[in-house]
Structure formats: structure tokens, C-alpha cells
């Protein structure tokens, strides 16, 4: 497994944990097993962004614009919004405002990487030993 962090420091200074929150963690994790035996690499991006990660958690991780307006998590919301009275109009809004949106990454002009967004950095270290415990896992599957 190989990480890279990226930090936002103060001016040209060096990072420091205890003023420098990690801003990103890309990771690439190899595993050097026949092809049949299971997955043999990831690689990806934890971002910390508020405004992406609640977007996620929203609305169910799809972020492609042409499949958001017709994504299961879309239709279910659509129908909970009229379920509870809402005019179907408003509905729509809300389907409008999810096809638009874009996350950091998509803004940046990324859009070929598996991301997962955080709003914190504690979430974000959260996500890593996640990452970890699910390959760990997969190793534990495959060697038995």
C-alpha cells in the first residue's frame, strides 16, 4: 500500500499536525495475486470537502450528472418529497440541484478516480483504516 498526504500549511512552513489539517490521501494498494483469486488493485482519493461529503451521504455517492437525474437514490427521493406533500415542482428542483452540482474534484476536472469525500479529518483517518481492514480482509479470504 502506498499513500501520499496532502496538507495545507501556513505560508512556507513545514507541516505541523497540530495547526495543518491533511487536506487529501491518495492511495494505491497492490496485491500480487492471480487475477482469478481476487481484486488485484485500487487505487484512490480520500478529500476532505464538507460540501461534497454531505452531497455524497445525500444523495447516495453519484455524482455523474447524466445518471444522477435517473439514479435509484434519486427517484426514491423524489418520491419522498411528493409522499410528503411536496408540490411535484419542487421535486424537480431538487433533482435539479443534484444533476448540477459538482464536486471538488469534478470542479478541478477529476472525474476518473474512485473518491471518497469526508466532512473532517478524524472521518478521514476513519476512512483509511477502513480501507485497510476491507484488504486486510480480502488477504485473510483469499490465503485460506
Known sequence: ??????IETRGDRRPDPEFDSICALFYAITNDIPKEKGPRERSGVIV????????QKQFGGSFDPDQASTSKAANERNARLLAA???PASANETAAKE????????????TDI???YV??????LD???ELVNRWALILTIISS
Open 85 to 87: 406533500g411536496s408540490h
Open 99 to 110: 444533476k448540477s452540482f459538482q464536486t471538488l474534484l469534478q470542479r478541478s476536472g477529476v
Open 127 to 129: 476512512k483509511l483504516v
Open 119 to 124: 466532512a473532517s479529518e478524524a472521518e478521514l
Open 48 to 55: 476532505l470537502d464538507p460540501e461534497s461529503s454531505r452531497h
Open 1 to 6: 500500500m502506498s499513500c501520499e498526504l496532502h
Open 114 to 116: 474512485d473518491v471518497t
